[in-house]
T-cell receptor, first 112, second 111 residues
């Protein structure tokens, strides 16, 4: 399967801990996106990379959130000092030149 | 800022047509998308339309765009139980960069 993959699929953490999620995009895709989705809502944009450059970052992304894509391939999203409000599904997507994004299955984060 | 609105629920009988509606506010939206999300899964891109088109057909799916009213619809012909899912409308200004999503329409198909 050559789709977008995300790891882990589920993460339960205690408030105040740091967590890191990984996304592996479709191999030839140069654009990579992170979104957050809560129950009953659509995905909310967090950040976007073209190759290794982070080109856009949402105001939603507080200083506790950081994303990297060091070699223009996989990406990581780190949340420091997690809060209960961070509980959500974190979705990664990738695209090439054409319109539309291809989404991974998501990482469900629960902060207790 | 950008906003995308959808009705929350739609219920149809198997074999009927489904029409899911969406409105958006950003007049510079150039690309408009429909995605499908099944329980426990990520979003699947179904189709998209450029803002200079008013209709696009792809097998059982027909997308209609009224740019003047900023209204987008997705028609599913001969709806099947496997079409039951949440359908998201989204828009973007370019084919790169972020997309803004609605909150989804839950389609229930009754046998």
């Amino acid at each position: 399967d050559t789709g977008v993959s995300q790891d882990p699929r589920h993460k339960i953490t205690k408030r105040g801990q740091n967590v890191t999620f990984r996304c592996d995009p479709i191999s030839e895709h140069n654009r990579l996106y992170w979104y957050r989705q809560t129950l009953g809502q659509g995905p909310e944009f967090l950040t976007y990379f073209q190759n290794e450059a982070q080109l856009e970052k949402s105001r939603l992304l507080s200083d506790r959130f950081s994303a990297e894509r060091p070699k223009g391939s996989f990406s990581t999203l780190e949340i420091q000092r997690t809060e209960q409000g961070d509980s959500a599904m974190y979705l990664c997507a990738s695209s090439l030149e054409s319109a539309g994004q291809y989404f991974g299955p998501g990482t469900r984060l629960t902060v207790t | 800022g950008e906003d995308v609105e959808q009705s929350l629920f739609l219920s149809v009988r198997e074999g009927d047509s489904s029409v899911i509606n969406c409105t958006y506010t950003d007049s510079s939206s150039t690309y408009l998308y429909w995605y499908k999300q099944e329980p426990g899964a990520g979003l699947q891109l179904l189709t998209y339309i450029f803002s200079n088109m008013d209709m696009k057909q792809d097998q059982r799916l027909t997308v209609l765009l009224n740019k003047k009213d900023k209204h987008l619809s997705l028609r599913i012909a001969d709806t099947q139980t496997g079409d039951s899912a949440i359908y998201f409308c989204a828009e973007s200004v370019t084919n790169a960069g972020k997309s803004t999503f609605g909150d989804g329409t839950t389609l229930t198909v009754k046998p």
